[in-house]
C-alpha cells in the first residue's frame, strides 16, 4: 500500500507559479523536503516514490492538464493498487481568500475542472483534498485569465506560506488519521 499526494496543475513553463499551479508547487515543496526527485514518468504525469515515516509515498504531478487530471492519477492508482482512502489531492480554490488553507474529507468538485475529472474517474467524491485560496478575480476579469495569471508580490507572501502550511499537512497526514489533521490545519 502507497500514500499518494497528487497536486492539479497544468505542465509548461508558461504554467509555472500560476495561480491554477498552486497544487503542483506543494507537490515540488515535498519533493524538496523529502529528497525525491520528481523524474518518473508514466500514466501521463511524472511522479516520485520513497519511504516516508516508514510509509510508501508517491507524489504526482499529472501532464494531462488540469481538465483531465484523472486520466493520470486513475491507472496511476490501478498499477499502484492505491485505495482512494490513500490518496489526498492538493489544488487551487477561487472560494478561498488567497493563502487560505482548507482540509475536507470529500465533496463535490465545486465547479473546479480537475477536480470534476477526478471524481469522473475515480468514480467517487470521497476524496480528501487540500484546497489553497486564490481568491476570485476582480474587475470583471474572466475567470480562466485569472487562474493562469501569476500571483501579485502581495500575494505570494500568502501563497508562500499557504504552500508550506499545505506540506505540514501533508507530511502530518502519514503520522495521524486525517480527521485530525483536518482538526489541527482548519483553525
Not at 38 to 53: C, D, E, P, R
Not at 147 to 174: H, M, P, W, Y
Request: charged share 25%.
Amino acid at each position: 500500500m502507497a500514500k499518494l499526494f497528487v497536486g492539479l496543475g497544468n505542465p509548461g513553463k508558461e504554467y509555472e507559479q500560476t495561480r491554477h499551479n498552486v497544487g503542483f508547487m506543494v507537490v515540488d515543496e515535498l519533493a524538496h523536503r523529502w529528497g525525491f526527485a520528481l523524474n518518473q514518468t508514466k500514466f501521463q504525469g511524472i511522479f516520485a516514490s520513497g519511504i516516508i515515516s516508514g510509509e510508501k509515498v508517491i507524489l504526482c504531478k499529472p501532464l494531462t492538464y488540469m481538465n483531465l487530471s484523472g486520466e493520470c492519477v486513475r491507472p496511476l492508482m490501478d498499477y499502484y493498487d492505491i485505495d482512494v482512502d490513500d490518496v489526498i489531492v492538493i489544488y487551487d480554490d477561487l472560494d478561498l481568500p488567497t493563502g487560505t488553507v482548507r482540509l475536507r474529507p470529500k465533496g463535490s468538485a465545486g465547479g473546479h475542472n480537475g477536480m470534476k475529472s477526478l471524481i469522473h474517474h475515480l468514480k467517487t467524491e470521497q476524496l480528501k483534498r487540500i484546497r489553497i485560496g486564490i481568491d476570485r478575480p476582480k474587475n470583471g476579469m474572466k475567470v480562466s485569465d485569472y487562474v493562469l495569471g501569476r500571483f501579485t508580490t502581495e500575494e505570494k507572501i500568502n501563497i508562500d506560506q499557504a504552500i508550506q502550511k499545505a506540506a505540514d499537512a501533508c507530511e502530518r497526514s502519514l503520522q495521524i488519521p486525517f480527521a485530525q489533521v483536518m482538526n489541527e490545519f482548519n483553525k
